[in-house]
């Protein structure tokens, strides 16, 4: 061939010449170039689909709702029932667990004592190591992105026959696969006609130039192989099926001697191999060549490939955000409001942190109102304001008299079902003898140097019914003597 041109379309007096038996046979191919493509926003969720994304998550609450079950349901638990222990493991806890094993997160958290818990913990771990092992080995290739290319069929494609506003395809100038077109597929010569090349170098010039003149660029296969495999930046390759077999031989006048001994030179080079030598010297022997049918090709990871990721993460410091006014807001508005309620609230197995903060009083400086009885209002005066220490002890002993005073009615209640009066047994605490249970609060006048009235000393073991009616919460405060 000489500059793209076939030697038998040069000679157009085919009768003068006759031709060897073919030594490489070809076709005609196309080409196109691939563009590199970022990946979209979400590109980080793409290794696992949607479905999987919302069955891992809701399997990881499942568990940690399992995990608090099994735990209070153990007598070895770690509840203050189990084994009466001062942590508990509750349903928060478990969350923070669970999302710990999730995302490899080595940090101090809580673990179930119960053989079963322990079990479903370790079976949740063995779930997340294989879900995370599948999203790391497809998120390389997916975070990453692809080289993208025009995907053609082959001749027969319909882009090439109703090519769309913007596609363009073209050859060269009267080569052979010029003339195939134009006899076989005259709508798309018609085309093409305005968008071909004067020779291959050039059509490949126009198919790789920025931006690109040509999208698709149809040759015989062996030219675009070598421009393929001669490629520095690796952008070209061939798509589609070969289309237009053909042979080529050497022309030698016509009646020629020399014709039958080339054609018998040129059947004992293929039978001994050394034409595929010759075509792997010189089509295989560079780097890109092995890449000629690659559908992808991975990128260096740059941060817009993370983009997804760092907006999560923007999102994530607004939701703190949220939640630490939304800790305010349940500390000062919900919690007083929890609080009023005589009843001890049990809350351990949901936190123990808000069951902490709903039984216990509210540190210094942030002291709440008590509700009292209408009686108490009238009969006990009230305390002066003043944030000091005295004051603060004193509220503690009210409230502590007060919770016993729940805990002895509780117990009266239990030894009446029981089939026990209250007065047959003997009660374990010691009683308050009647002046504490009289004793005034501390006024305004502590504060300028009146002494605090003693502590009442422990008498004895009364029973139940007399304990009751001396403390100071009881309607009239009158006392009964022990019998």
């Not at 493509?37 to 399997?59: D, E, K, R």
């Not at 040759?219 to 077999?245: H, N, W």
Request: with cysteine.
């Amino acid at each position: 061939m000489v500059e793209g041109r076939e030697l038998r379309k040069l000679l157009e007096p085919w009768r003068v010449l006759d031709f060897s038996s073919p030594f490489f046979s070809t076709s005609l191919g196309i080409m196109v170039r691939a563009r590199d493509t970022a990946s979209p926003i979400g590109a980080f969720t793409w290794p696992l689909h949607w479905s999987m994304w919302l069955g891992v998550f809701a399997a990881l609450h499942l568990t940690a709702l399992f995990l608090t079950l099994y735990e209070w349901r153990s007598p070895y638990g770690l509840t203050p029932r189990g084994r009466n222990r001062a942590t508990v493991f509750s349903y928060s806890s478990a969350l923070n667990l669970c999302y710990a094993i999730l995302f490899g997160r080595t940090v101090s958290s809580k673990t179930p004592k119960c053989p079963t818990g322990r079990f479903l913990m370790n079976l949740w771990a063995i779930f997340c190591l294989l879900v995370l092992s599948s999203y790391t080995a497809n998120l390389a290739a997916v975070m990453v992105g692809d080289k993208t290319f025009e995907e053609l069929s082959g001749i027969h494609d319909p882009k090439l026959h109703h090519p769309s506003q913007g596609f363009r395809v073209g050859t060269v100038w009267e080569s052979s696969a010029e003339a195939y077109i134009k006899k076989s597929f005259p709508d798309m010569y018609a085309h093409m006609r305005r968008h071909s090349a004067p020779t291959t170098p050039h059509g490949v010039s126009m198919l790789t130039s920025d931006p690109p003149k040509l999208n698709a660029f149809i040759m015989d296969k062996s030219l675009l192989d070598y421009e393929v495999s001669i490629d520095a930046d690796c952008k070209l390759l061939t798509v589609g099926k070969p289309f237009a077999m053909e042979g080529y031989g050497i022309g030698l006048p016509q009646n020629s001697p020399l014709t039958s001994n080339l054609s018998e030179f040129i059947s004992r080079y293929k039978s001994s191999g050394f034409i595929d030598l010759l075509h792997d010297k010189w089509y295989k022997m560079v780097p890109c060549g092995k890449r000629v049918f690659a559908v992808t090709e991975t990128l260096q990871v740059g941060i817009y490939h993370f983009s997804g990721l760092f907006v999560l993460f923007c999102l994530g410091l607004g939701s703190a955000l949220l939640s630490s006014l939304g800790e305010h807001v349940f500390y000062h508005l919900v919690l007083p409001r929890m609080r009023r309620g005589n009843r001890l609230q049990y809350r351990l197995h949901t936190s123990q942190r808000i069951h902490r903060a709903l039984n216990t009083e509210p540190p210094e400086g942030h002291e709440e109102p008590e509700p009292r009885a209408p009686e108490q209002q009238q009969d006990t005066p009230t305390a002066s304001a003043g944030p000091g220490e005295l004051e603060q002890l004193e509220r503690r002993i009210r409230s502590a008299r007060k919770r016993l005073h729940q805990a002895l009615v509780r117990r009266r209640e239990l030894l009446a079902q029981l089939g026990d009066g209250p007065g047959d047994q003997p009660l374990h605490l010691p009683e308050a003898r009647s002046e504490a249970a009289e004793a005034p609060e501390v006024t305004g006048d502590s504060s300028q140097g009146t002494p605090p009235p003693p502590l009442p000393a422990w008498t004895g073991w009364p029973p139940l019914r007399s304990l009751h009616r001396s403390h100071p919460g009881a309607t009239g405060g009158s006392t009964e003597a022990p019998p």
